[in-house]
C-alpha cells in the first residue's frame, strides 16, 4: 500500500525542540522529493520544506520562516524522512504533513495523516 | 514573497457549477495544482498543471488558466464536494518554492 505515516508530534515549550518521523511505503522513495507541509489551527496549508532525492543532489530548501531552525534529513535505507525542529515558537503550532510526488516535484499527491506539534509554555 | 488570492468562500446548490478563483502576479507562466481538504483529514490532489486530473477524481471537476487567474471548475456540485480547496505552484526559481494559495471553503446549499 502506497503511504506515509508521520509520528513524532507533541507539546513542547517555547525555545524547545522536537523530531518529526516520517515512514514510507508502497513507492520508490529513493527516486522521491520529498516535503514537509504544515497547517495551523483553522489556517490554510504552509510549505515547510523539501529535500530532494540523493540522486537530484540530496539538497533541501526552507520557507523563510523557518530557515535556520529546521532541518531536513532522509535515510533512503530504512525509507524514512525526519524534520529536525529547533528553536520551536508558538507560531510553529500545526499538523504537519509529510507529502510527495513520486511522479514529479512540482505538485503533492500523497499525504500522510500528520502529527501535531504544539509550542506552549 | 509570492501570493496567491482566493476568495474566503464560494456557496453553490446542489447540481450547479462553482468555480474558485485563485489569483497571482503572471500565473499565467506557472503550473497550477489544486487541492481538496475535507474537515479532519488531509488534502487530496484533484487538478494538477492546470487541467489534469489525477485518476479517480471525477471529471466534475477541471481546471484553467487565463492571464493572472486559475480557475478551479465544480460541475453538477454534490454534497460530498462541500470542503476547503487550495490552488498551489511550484516556484522553482525563487525562495518561496512551494506555495499555496489562501483557500476557498466550499459551501454547499
Known sequence: EVQLVESGGGLVKPGGSLRLSCAASGFTFTNAWMSWVRQAPGK????????????????TDFAVPVKGRFIISRDDSKNMLYLQMNSLKIEDTA???CTTAPISPAYFDLWGRGTLVTVSS | SYVL??????SVAPGKTAR???GGNNIGSKSVHWYQQ??????VLVIYFDSD???GI???FSGSTSGNTATLTISRVEAGDEADYFCQVWDSGSDHHYVFGTGTKVTVL
Not at chain 1, 45 to 55: A, D, H, N, Q, Y
Not at chain 2, 38 to 43: E, L, R, T, V, Y
Open chain 1, 44 to 59: 490554510g496549508l504552509e510549505w515547510v520544506g523539501r529535500i530532494k532525492s540523493k540522486i537530484d543532489g540530496g539538497t
Open chain 2, 58 to 60: 471525477p471529471e466534475r
Open chain 2, 53 to 55: 486530473r489525477p485518476s
Open chain 2, 5 to 10: 488570492t482566493q476568495p474566503p468562500s464560494v
Open chain 1, 95 to 97: 499538523l504537519y504533513y
Open chain 2, 20 to 22: 474558485i478563483t485563485c
Open chain 2, 38 to 43: 475535507k474537515p479532519g483529514q488531509a488534502p
